[in-house]
């Protein structure tokens, strides 16, 4: 039987058989012997070889809840970031198999967890070396396009052609940054530098990043919240994470829309919640729109490239923020971005 070949469990099954065998020999003694008060001698060999189990499953089960304990210890001690940590079973048995497989797992996701760490370095590496060989060649162009220009000014098929070379510029180059942000948040090589900042400051300054373009298309940005709301963050991400919100806004409005952006301070939350008034999403796209490069079939917009929400939604849960998005065709969009706020907790 497989269960016997613990040793405990040997133990114990030994100690019930002696503990049965004694018993039955007083009993069968007793009886033959004839003695006055036989019942009462039966009676108390019962209850000694009662008292005898119970020993002995009282010694196996603590011995049992002792072992528990180290392993529980010894798991605990692993999840705490201790890649050391082992549960130590000399002897044979189910539990200790389990305990040996226990082993091998963390040996497995210590390899892995290895693998990562080098995996992470080496796309550090990578996304630095294509950062400085990507930046050159955009400079180069960019003052190749800006001479250009220059010498267009007699010449109007020239310098429609060089103001679309410098549009197609500036989209290879936000390109080129959203995918480095997104390759460096994925390798785990960003250090958040959170803290304390003023909310209506960061949305004050969003306002100002994008008052020309709102000029130039005719539309309006309005602000409203909490002067004194604060939120733990690094701001340069966060400011970077709305940015992309709003941007889409501009590139889903019509001349003469409005795009609200509003926040609350809760007791632990602060909410940001960015508005519009334009097409809407259709519902086939809602949730797919923070997929990567991901197109929708009903879109107009020939120049987006599927990184602005995606990136927004990977610096928000960064931040152990939530956003969610509500739509509806020809009426407008709304993202709502919930954070905790643990000054607040």
């Not at 007083?26 to 005898?52: E, Q, R, Y």
Request: aromatic residues 8%.
């Amino acid at each position: 039987m497989k269960i016997l070949v613990n040793r405990k469990i040997k133990h114990l099954f030994l100690y019930v058989l002696l503990a049965s065998a004694a018993f039955t020999a007083v009993s069968v003694l007793v009886i033959c012997l004839g003695l006055k008060n036989t019942a009462f001698f039966v009676v108390l060999a019962a209850l000694l070889m009662t008292l005898m189990v119970f020993a002995a499953l009282y010694w196996y089960f603590q011995d049992q809840s002792k072992t528990m304990n180290e392993a529980i210890s010894q798991i605990r001690e692993y999840i705490a970031g201790n890649r050391d940590a082992r549960i130590e079973c000399d002897d044979e048995g189910d539990l200790c198999r389990l305990f040996h497989e226990v082993n091998s797992l963390v040996t497995i996701l210590n390899a892995h967890a290895e693998n990562e760490e080098r995996a992470k370095i080496f796309m550090k590496e990578t996304i630095s070396d294509i950062s400085h060989q990507l930046k050159t060649p955009l400079t180069a162009l960019n003052i190749y396009n800006g001479l250009i220009q220059q010498e267009s000014n007699h010449n109007p098929e020239l310098k429609e052609f060089a103001a679309l070379s410098e549009q197609e510029l500036e989209r290879i180059e936000n390109l080129v940054q959203n995918l480095l942000k997104i390759a460096k948040l994925d390798a785990g090589t960003i250090i958040l530098e959170k803290k304390s900042q003023n909310v209506a400051g960061m949305m004050r300054y969003l306002e100002k990043r994008f008052a020309y373009q709102a000029q130039q298309q005719e539309k309006t940005i309005i602000l409203s919240g909490n002067e004194e709301a604060a939120l733990f963050c690094d701001q340069t991400w966060l400011i970077e994470a709305i940015s992309n919100i709003v941007k889409n806004a501009f590139d889903h409005t019509e001349p003469g829309a409005v795009i609200r952006i509003t926040w609350r301070a809760f007791a632990s939350v602060v909410q940001i919640v960015i508005s519009d008034n334009g097409c809407g999403i259709h519902p086939e796209d809602l949730l797919h729109i923070f997929k990567r490069f991901y197109r929708s079939r009903f879109s107009n917009d020939p120049h987006g490239i599927g990184l602005g929400l995606p990136l927004a939604k990977a610096i928000i849960e960064k931040h152990n923020g939530t956003i969610e998005v509500n739509s509806t065709l020809g009426v407008g969009t709304t993202f709502t971005i919930n954070f905790l706020n643990p000054t607040k907790l």
